[in-house]
């Protein structure tokens, strides 16, 4: 099923990335203790900084300027009023990264539509935290009544993001190329996408 999806181009790296990332058994997060539960107003300071960390220094936000807590605050508040789920990652009492969806669409058709973030501590990647919060939001969203989730990855040179999202189910939809602008060069958007829950195979 996962492999009669769409692949980005034969001989492309991208295509290279989805297949390996696919194909690699999952980590089981018993090096550490990982817990992921629901996030909450006092985990903002925590989260401020991740977000501010990726904002400054990579391409995966679209942002220019770190957000304040104020503003992250604001953010997830909204979140939680409309009931979207947002997750935080606490290891030995630590906040090491969090994961949202919220709506990829304002108009109401799209209301069963999510789209989802996730960002992980710069010292905590590539040990399994992303992957967790990733299939923890696919089955907060799926419980929720939520169909599709969709990923928008800020340049297609973001490994670890598309990677991530290959290992949690989500299959390569297409490519926008050029639609950012930052640190000095054009950034392409790669659009995945998984079923969340019977996904299409039933109305709401
Ligand atoms: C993208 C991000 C959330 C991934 O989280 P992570 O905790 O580093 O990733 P994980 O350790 O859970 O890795 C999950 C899978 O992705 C793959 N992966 C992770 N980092 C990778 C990298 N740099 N290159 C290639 N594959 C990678 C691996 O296949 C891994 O599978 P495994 O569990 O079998 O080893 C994290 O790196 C991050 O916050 N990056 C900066 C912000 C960002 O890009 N956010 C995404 C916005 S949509």
Redo the contacts with the bound molecule.
């Keep these: 099923m996962l492999f009669s999806k769409p692949l980005p181009p034969k001989g492309s790296r991208l295509r290279q990335?989805i297949m390996?990332?696919r194909l690699?058994?999952?980590?089981d997060g018993s090096q550490m203790s990982l817990a992921i539960r629901p996030a909450t107003p006092a985990d903002v300071p925590a989260i401020t900084r991740?977000y501010a960390?990726?904002v400054e220094t990579?391409?995966?936000?679209f942002e220019l300027t770190p957000p304040d807590e104020a503003e992250m605050a604001q953010r997830m508040e909204s979140l939680l009023a409309k009931d979207f789920p947002y997750l935080a990652?606490e290891a030995d009492g630590t906040v090491?990264?969090y994961?949202y969806a919220g709506p990829y669409r304002a108009r109401p058709a799209y209301r069963f539509t999510v789209e989802?973030?996730?960002?992980?501590?710069?010292d905590?990647?590539?040990?399994?935290?992303?992957?967790?919060?990733?299939a923890a939001l696919v089955e907060a969203s799926a419980t929720r009544g939520f169909r599709q989730m969709i990923?928008?990855?800020?340049?297609s040179e973001?490994?670890?993001?598309?990677?991530?999202?290959?290992?949690?189910g989500f299959y390569y939809v297409g490519t926008f190329p050029h639609v950012g602008y930052k640190f000095g060069r054009w950034l392409d958007t790669v659009l995945m996408q998984r079923a969340l829950g019977p996904g299409s195979t039933t109305a709401p």
């Design positions: 990335l390996d990332a690699k058994p999952a980590h991740i960390h990726a990579g391409t995966a936000s990652a090491t990264g994961a989802d973030s996730v960002y992980v501590a710069p905590q990647q590539g040990r399994g935290v992303g992957r967790a919060l990733l990923a928008v990855i800020g340049d973001q490994a670890a993001s598309i990677a991530v999202h290959a290992a949690a």
